[in-house]
């Protein structure tokens, strides 16, 4: 599975971004996530949503203006961002992997698939 991470820019405090992820396989039995990790810092997770019921976890500090969605349809996985503060500024990479334990949502090195990434840059 190759994925492949658009829909990043330079927006101002406030404001909205939607994040696609595109994959050449199929997606419908795979987590897919997305994380995001900033100048000098490690990669943290920020979304992710299961294969089956399409259930979704968030990091607390996104939780209630991050959305994160998906259409297996087209293989894609979407995360829209509104409310955008500075410290949102990262880059971005979709993720997706085989997780059996629901637990390990957030575990990075349970996606065995990664994107190239998409910057995100939020003005004060």
């Known amino acids: 599975v190759q994925l492949q991470a658009s829909g990043g820019g330079l927006v101002q405090a406030g404001g909205s971004l939607t994040l696609s992820c595109a994959a050449s396989?199929?997606?419908?039995?795979?987590?897919m996530g997305w994380f995001r990790q900033a100048l000098g810092k490690e990669r943290e997770f920020v979304a992710a949503?299961?294969?089956?019921?399409?259930?979704?976890y968030y990091a607390d500090s996104v939780k209630g203006r991050f959305t994160i969605s998906r259409d297996d349809a087209k293989n894609m996985v979407h995360l829209q961002m509104n409310s955008l503060k500075p410290e949102d500024t990262a880059v971005y990479y979709c993720?997706?992997?085989?997780?059996?334990?629901?637990?390990?949502?957030?575990?990075?090195?349970?996606?065995?698939?990664w994107g190239q990434g998409t910057q995100v840059t939020v003005s004060s």
């Open positions: 993720a997706a992997g085989y997780i059996f334990y629901s637990g390990d949502y957030y575990r990075r090195e349970k996606y065995a698939y």
């Open positions: 949503i299961t294969s089956n019921r399409g259930s979704t």
């Open positions: 396989g199929r997606t419908f039995s795979l987590y």
